[in-house]
Structure formats: C-alpha cells, structure tokens
C-alpha cells in the first residue's frame, strides 16, 4: 500500500491521557482473513478521511467468542467474553464499532450480564452517522446507476433490527438498489453463521450460500453488497461456483464507499 494507514492502539491513547471517540473492534475474519483484511482498510481509510479519532485493541483484543457460544461450548464463550471485557472496562471504553455483526451482536447483546455495557453500533450505521453529520460526503462516482443488491446479514437484520443503513448508503451512490427474493425480515442465511463455517457441509442437496447467490444472481446485479465478513466469503463462493466471477462483484459497504471516493 503507497500511503500509510493511520490505525492508533488504546495504549497509545491512553499514554497520552487521551480517549478516542470510538473503539475499532475489528474482530478475527478482520485481523486474519485476506479478504477481510480488505474490508478493514477500506473502513480504516473511511474513518480517517471523516477525522474519526478511533482506536484499536491490536494485541490485546482477542475473539468475542461468538463461535464458542454458537457451537454450544458456553463455558469458552465466558472465557473469551470475560478477558475481553476486562480489556474493555480497563480502558473505560463506551462506544464501539465494528464491520462484523457476529462481533456486534455478541458485544450488544451478550456482553451486558457479563459486566460489559457499551454503546454498540455496526459499521454502517457508524458510516450512516457520520454522513448525517457531515463528516464524511459521498459521491456516486463509479457505482452511479450500478445495479446493487444488498445481502442482509442474520446478525445485522433480523437479530438486530438494522435493515435501513446499509441500503440508504447503497442509495447515497446514486446506484439502482435492487432487493433479493428474501430480503430484510425475510432474510435468507448465507450459510455461515451459528459457526457453520468452521465446520464442513451436512449431507443435502445443495449448499446454503448457493440457494442464496441463486437468488442474487436471478435480479441481475452488477455487485452484491455485503455487511458481514462471513457473508462477503459464502456469497463470493457462491459466485464462484456459478462461474459469474467476470459479471458479479461481491464487495463490503465500506469497501463501495471508499472506492466510490477513491481512498
């Protein structure tokens, strides 16, 4: 990458006597997968062009244990969740974003009976915000008159009730926003989630996240729009195997945005 990204720890802040406006959670898909990693810098890129002073863990953040508690290993989940909201609380964290929903969810939901009580919001509410407040300006630039549809994350939708920011920033690209078959409380999983995808296939006919890219693909989109790092893996796969890789782009919202600016 020719520019450095600027992506503070607590640790700095907090030697300086400082507090960020928010917390960066940037979770595991977005430390450690390729392809997420991609999703992160786009975020990271967004964040510093709004003047966001943000924060990382780094080091000190590990896995909110989401996967654990999914797979039915409880006694983990509090394992993970405890040692983190240790970290948390340490550092008097209040507000905290992260482009996972798994990661949002269990932060939101799960971690107030453990003592880990912040304010919690999806990176595209975030990105929603800050175009609210003018902070950050969007322009249409190569996804104007696109066709895009979005693909609703579990944890985002219908778990959380967030169907609107994703889609209204779809709209700020001036780009068509086209809706799947199942979409918004309708929602069809991508195949993925409750720790599906660290675990192989169950005997069916046919795969989850090819029931949903068949959907997808059926509106004719020119990009399907992800929210979720699992979901951008299952629905890139999905492409794949229908061997529309040449027609179809699967990409994050943070990722549309920044391109849209060319960050």
């Known amino acids: 990458m020719s520019e450095l990204l600027k992506v503070p720890t607590m640790a700095e802040f907090m030697a300086q006597g400082k ?101 919690v919001m999806h990176h595209t509410q975030f990105l929603k915000t800050l175009l609210d407040e003018r902070r950050l300006a969007i322009e249409g630039g190569k996804f104007k008159g696109k066709r895009i549809t979005f693909h609703d994350p579990c944890y985002l939708g219908r778990a959380n009730n967030v169907y609107e920011a994703p889609r209204q920033l779809i709209q700020k690209l001036e780009a068509e926003l086209v809706e799947m078959k199942n979409c918004k409380r309708n929602g069809l999983c991508c195949g993925a989630g409750g720790a599906q995808m660290f675990k192989d ?42 061997e529309k890789e040449a027609d179809v782009e699967v990409m994050d919202i943070a990722e549309l945005i920044a391109n849209a600016q060319d960050l």
């Not at 997808?216 to 020119?222: R, S, V, Y």
């Open 19 to 119: 507090q960020p406006e928010v917390l960066f959670w940037v979770g595991c898909a977005g430390s450690f997968d390729d392809r997420a990693k991609k999703i992160t810098k786009a975020f990271v890129k967004l964040l510093n062009k709004a003047n966001v002073e943000f924060a990382v863990l780094g080091t000190e953040e590990s896995c909110t244990g989401d996967p654990a508690k999914r797979a039915g290993n409880e006694f983990l989940f509090q394992m993970q969740a405890v040692t983190n909201i240790e970290v948390l609380n340490a550092y008097e964290v209040k507000k905290i974003v992260t482009a996972c929903p798994h990661c949002f969810n269990t932060i939101k939901n799960e971690y107030p009976e453990l003592g880990g009580k912040y304010e």
């Open 201 to 242: 296939a169950e005997k069916g006919d046919k795969e989850i996240n090819v029931e949903r890219t068949e959907q997808a693909l059926n509106i004719k989109p020119e990009i399907i729009a992800a929210g979720c790092p699992f979901c951008n893996t299952m629905m890139t796969d999905g492409v794949k195997a229908k």
